[in-house]
């Protein structure tokens, strides 16, 4: 397919903008210890950070971190998502029940996450079960939350209609109910995925348990602002990454169901 | 935002008063009362040291935070809190805004924005400390690094999805730049803003608790860590109570502050949907 | 030489649009001048470049070529001598200002006591018949409230003309009427020039004095068409003159040529 020139034209000049801005985002970072402006063991020359960066790269143990953080996350989400469908499903179906659990959802989902680690880690000790503990009950919520509105917001006329024409139970469920509580669905995996992964590295930083967020902690208490920059540099493209690629699978789940939407496949 | 036809409709008051008022207490009221009885229950019969039942808590809550620690722990964090909820507010706000207005500038800085905001805001804990060392300023400083995202790029946003229309007709009636901003940019922009905002709360106390876990020797975040370290767990189990008092109240709070502001959008919103 | 009394002069407006398949032109050479105290309407078929020609008289879009004069000096941007109503009340006006603050605006930043401002804004409310609604939000009204509100801000304005963008195309029947009758009544009683574009046929003979029929994009002035009815109009009576069916049936035939196509060749392009 070809790209109209003015299209291409202005995708390239957003492109370089993007590129100048993060250009000038390390150069700014590079000056200011060399300009002196904060002494370089406090906010190290960006070229030592990236260097760090490359050396980690290479390294085994930093992956293996990286893999028992990931792994954390996975656990935490799975566990967070599943429960959060089922019981969000039937809680937004039952409208006594939507009813029933309003002031309860209020008070436990304000509940700051990280205020549940000492109880964790006195059930759990240092362990990644203390982690989970915390990365499960953050990101349940958002799940939760929006799978119940999804539910709830089921056309009224169309689940008349399909009460009027006998569409039995299960029925109306995959028909009426998931295709229009599955946008909400998605929503809330995206903002799941991305808390998880602040909160797996939160407790492994306040717990101990070995992984990204330990490391940091390590690298902090050791004083080795060159490491912990970097390290923090590797959490933010991760961040980057999970954010990608939820977005992409939204989107992509999102088209397929438009287009399919009517159509006997569900 | 097309047209808004129809009126304000009412529903029709079905039953009377006290009847509605009973049982919209029964709802609220209910789920919890059942599971304190439950937790009560269990507590009591399995006499697990790790679940005080209700009433050692409610005993334990009495004791540990009616008193000086209200002023010696709790009134900094919320102190703390505040401070870092309202710089985030006009830091988000005042550059969300140029940024929103200015297309070059919101291309610029784009995937720089797009990559500060993944990094998980507890990281930058030990980068504050590093940096500000462990001052009050670098808890604010903290706060505001996680709670400014949410609002800055909600104003973008926002202010980018100003109505064409309405921007032409401010064009046309030759508005000034100001009162462009006053009674165009910010208030269509508003909606975006106190959801914005709303998400920052939730991230500003979650990372008020940890910084002071981290590095703090007052605050609510740091008592409940020693307290857990202690095994005063009746203790921690208030102190996680009042997090969440404290939650259940600043959401309180935002709701009514967004109620006053956004009186049209939900106004709008009921109209559409009557 | 323009006398005195031309308020509005166009001349080989033309209008271009640049884009990446090629440029697209949507006016080709519009040219026709507007007397103090007229009421104009301009007619055309859809998407004939009505919106793109208003903008261009508003000063909210710059013409390719050709002049727009307003009092005998060029437009180059808005004028305070024009006022705009547009036809999506809903999205011109501000849903967090009350009725009274949406018909404010505009005169913050003029030169008016507080007094001076409120008395603008009573009288203008007054005027369009929602004095009693002020305080109210727009979206609390009607649609054809809310489009009074927007001709009540354009008339505090203190506008020398009035241009409305097919602004009674989104209400029903009814409240058309009511509304065709309020811009004659505020073009008679007030002398105010109004240059109204629609694409309603009846709409443009009920009102018009003058009634300009476009073409097709590339768009000219077709015809500039007298209308000689008597001033005094009132929906039943003057809609049932048989000179009004005429009128209406020559600008009918009009509209279909130049749907067609079928109209002598345009001015060429300069």
Known sequence: MRVPPARRRRALRKASLGVAGLAGFLTVWQLIPTLGLVNPQYLPYVTDVL??????????????????????????????????????????????????????????????????????????????????????????WQVFVQVIYGV?????????????????????????????????????????????????????MVIGNPGLGRMIELSRSAGDATGLYALVVVTGLLGLVVNLVFRFIERRVLSWHQSVRGEEVW | MTGYPGRVAFPPRRRRLGFRIAASLRHALGLPMLLLVAWGLVATRATSQFFPDPLAISQAFVDTW????????????????????????????????????????????????????????????????????????????????????????????????TDSVMTETATSFRVTWWERLRFLVLPAASP????????????????????????????????????????????????????????????VAFGLVERRVLRWYHGIREVNRA | MPDRSTLLRVEHLRKVYGSSTGDVEA??????????????????????????????????????????????????????????????????????????????????????????RHTLVADALAAVGLAPVAGSHPWQLSGGMQQRVAIARAIAYQPEVLIMDEPFAAVDAQTRADLEDLVRELHVSRGISVLFVTHDIDESVYLGQRVLVLSQSPTWVQEDLAIDLPPARDQITTRALPRFTELRTHVYDQIQRAKRGQVGSPPAAP
């Open chain 1, 152 to 204: 709830a917001d089921v056309d009224v006329v169309a689940r008349d209609t399909a009460r009027s024409f006998g569409l039995p139970r299960r029925r109306q469920l995959s028909h009426l109910v998931l295709p229009t509580a599955l946008p909400y669905l998605m929503t809330g995996l995206r903002l799941a995925a991305a808390v998880a992964l602040i909160l797996a590295i939160t407790a492994e």
């Open chain 2, 66 to 161: 009616v008193g000086p620690a209200f002023v010696e722990d709790v009134l900094p964090s919320l102190y703390r809190l505040g401070l870092g909820v309202a710089a985030s507010i006009v830091l988000g706000v005042a550059a969300g805004t140029v940024i929103g207005l200015a297309h070059w500038l919101r291309e610029l800085l784009e995937p720089l924005l797009e990559f500060l905001r993944a990094i998980p805001p507890p990281v930058l804990i030990p980068v504050a400390m590093l940096l500000l060392g462990i001052t009050d300023t670098m808890k604010v400083v903290v706060v505001v690094s996680g709670a400014v995202w949410p609002i800055l790029l909600n104003t973008i946003e926002g202010v980018r999805a």
């Open chain 1, 51 to 140: 260097a760090r960066l490359a050396e980690q790269l290479v390294d085994l143990a930093f992956w293996r971190r990286l893999g028992s953080t990931m792994t954390s996350w996975a656990i935490g989400l799975t566990v967070a998502t599943t429960a959060a469908v089922v019981l969000g499903t039937i809680v937004g179906l039952v409208p006594l029940l939507r009813r029933a659990t309003h002031t309860t959802v209020e008070f436990l989902r304000p509940i700051p996450s990280v205020a549940l680690i000492p109880l964790a880690v006195l059930m759990f000790g240092i362990q990644q079960r203390a982690a989970l503990v915390i990365i499960v009950y953050a990101s349940f």
């Open chain 3, 27 to 116: 006016i080709r050479d519009i040219s026709f001048s507007m007397d103090a105290g007229q009421l104009v309407c301009i007619v055309g078929p859809s998407g004939c470049g009505k919106t793109t020609l208003l903008k261009c008289l508003a000063g909210l879009l710059r013409p390719t070529g050709g002049v727009v004069e307003m009092d005998g000096s060029p437009v180059t941007g808005p004028s305070p001598a024009m006022a705009v109503v547009f036809q999506e009340y809903g999205r011109s006006l501000f849903p967090w200002l009350t009725v009274r603050g949406n018909v404010e605006l505009p005169l913050r930043h003029q030169k008016l006591t507080r007094a001076e």
């Open chain 2, 192 to 251: 975006r803003i106190m959801a914005g905002v709303r998400q920052a709360l939730s991230v500003a106390l979650i990372l008020m608790v940890i910084s002071e876990m981290f590095a703090s020797s007052s605050g609510l975040g740091y008592r409940i860590a020693y307290f857990q370290r202690n095994y005063l767990i009746a203790e921690m189990w208030s102190g996680i109570l009042l997090l969440g008092l404290v939650g259940v109240l600043l959401a």
